[in-house]
């Protein structure tokens, strides 16, 4: 059975390959959702081949409620999303896969129950699917080619749910066994380099030595170092003036 995770149900309309219905429980499950409901789906049911690109995820399948119609299946929703990639010449809102999936979350929230339909591969979802629809979620794509597989459009789909329902760090830094370093080991690094770069004279003419060293501080405070960079650094400038030394 399906878990208690609050989530919208991914309703498939006729879906016709068993492939792209597997494919589909892939996308769900890896973002977490595992309440599919399947419409009439061209090849019957159980499929064989949805079963074998569904892989890990066939428990998404094992839960699936099939359904005799897009009627049946939307009976007990609050509110309904319908992908299509062009216009339907119905006046409904239109909105992309991130928005309806932030208002989708909201309406979780206050207990709605909310699903998401998806057409079959050949034309899409039919007017008659859509007219049963509250909005419809339209992908930003190519229009000089709009078409996404079945399980494409499912991925971005539950990609926007994750994204709205969970907290997502947008970038992080994986620290393998080591911690960023603090100002002083930094000012550390800063001023043995200082004092060698002197040694050697490289700070020249006199009059810009200062404005050198500024600069060459500056760069240092632009780096985010670790502590295992600082002891590299260090090991480094201390291998060459070993290496300066026994060269002489």
Request: some cysteine.
């Amino acid at each position: 059975m399906p878990s208690d995770t609050p989530q919208p149900a991914f309703v498939l309309v006729r879906p016709q390959m068993g492939e792209n219905i597997g494919g589909a429980a892939r996308a769900m499950l890896n973002f977490g959702l595992d309440k599919m409901r399947v419409v009439d789906p061209r090849d019957g049911w159980p499929n064989e081949r949805a079963v074998a690109m569904a892989s890990g995820a066939g428990r998404v399948l094992d839960g699936a409620f099939l359904c005799e119609s897009t009627e049946a299946a939307l009976e007990d929703c609050h509110y309904v999303f319908a992908t299509t990639a062009r216009a339907r010449g119905l006046t409904k809102p239109v909105v992309t896969p991130e928005k309806a999936m932030q208002q989708a979350a909201e309406m979780i929230t206050r207990g709605e129950k909310v699903a998401v339909l998806f057409g079959p591969e050949r034309a899409g979802l039919e007017n008659e699917d859509i007219a049963r629809a509250n909005a419809i979620i339209n992908v930003p794509v190519n229009p000089e080619y709009a078409s996404l597989n079945l399980a494409q459009c499912v991925l971005l789909t539950a990609y926007e749910w994750k994204r709205a329902s969970s907290e997502i760090t947008a970038e992080r830094v994986d620290m393998a066994k080591t911690d960023w370093a603090n100002h002083s080991e930094m000012d550390a690094l800063a001023r043995h380099y200082e004092d060698r770069l002197d040694e050697a004279g490289f700070f020249y003419p006199p009059e810009k030595a200062e404005s050198m060293k500024v600069n060459l501080r500056n760069m240092w405070s632009r780096m985010r170092l670790t502590r295992a960079d600082v002891q590299m650094l260090h090991g480094v400038m201390r291998q060459m003036v070993r290496w300066k030394d026994r060269s002489e």
